[in-house]
């Protein structure tokens, strides 16, 4: 909404920014996000230059129009949502896995990646083949990675990685003589 004194409201520009950019990155026009968040076409281009600020009604149409929560728009980066530190990794396991996982991301809500470390030990029998919605990342860090997608096995070397969409029926283990440390990036879900 503009002020009284002839300048925007900053928080108003900031959110008419958030929204074009996901607009635009969907590929949307404004009459096809205005139509389906239930509001007028000029109503959202105002929004969007940061002229006019929209109802929790308004917003949480564009929200859904846009497939994101109402969250994205209203957040502003912190370091506690945004920033993972070294000294803040905590590795943890699972009993039917002598793998160690860190998470590398927050779990803030709403997040559509996650990252987790992953220290594989030496003889690390294969894990059970999976499928689930998503697509999944793999960096290796160091060591020796075998990754087998639909039954066809792939040697990952320091440096290698791979990008599959997760339902293929994959699993991986470690085929080399020292621990695999890798990166694995994907939609969040329990390992």
Do not use: C
Request: a neutral charge; proline letters at 4%.
């Amino acid at each position: 909404m503009a002020s009284t004194d002839g300048k925007q409201d900053p928080a108003a520009l900031a959110l008419g920014e958030k929204i074009r950019a996901q607009r635009q990155r969907l590929g949307r026009t404004l009459d096809q996000t205005a139509t389906a968040a239930g509001i007028s076409k000029p109503f959202l281009s105002q929004v969007e230059r940061g002229l006019a600020s929209p109802s929790l009604t308004s917003l949480s149409g564009i929200a859904r129009a846009l497939g994101v929560t109402m969250q994205y728009f209203v957040d502003t980066p912190s370091e506690e949502r945004s920033v993972k530190r070294g000294e803040q990794l905590e590795f943890f396991g699972f009993a039917d896995s002598a793998n160690l996982f860190a998470r590398l991301t927050n779990t803030a809500g709403g997040r559509q990646l996650e990252s987790i470390l992953v220290r594989m030990p030496v003889g690390q029998k294969r894990s059970e083949v999976t499928t689930h919605a998503g697509e999944e990342f793999l960096y290796v860090i160091d060591g020796v990675v075998s990754l087998e997608l639909e039954g066809k096995a792939f040697l990952l070397l320091k440096g290698d990685s791979a990008h599959y969409q997760s339902t293929v029926p994959h699993s991986w283990s470690n085929d080399g003589d020292k621990e695999a440390v890798v990166v694995w990036v994907g939609t969040p879900r329990l390992f």
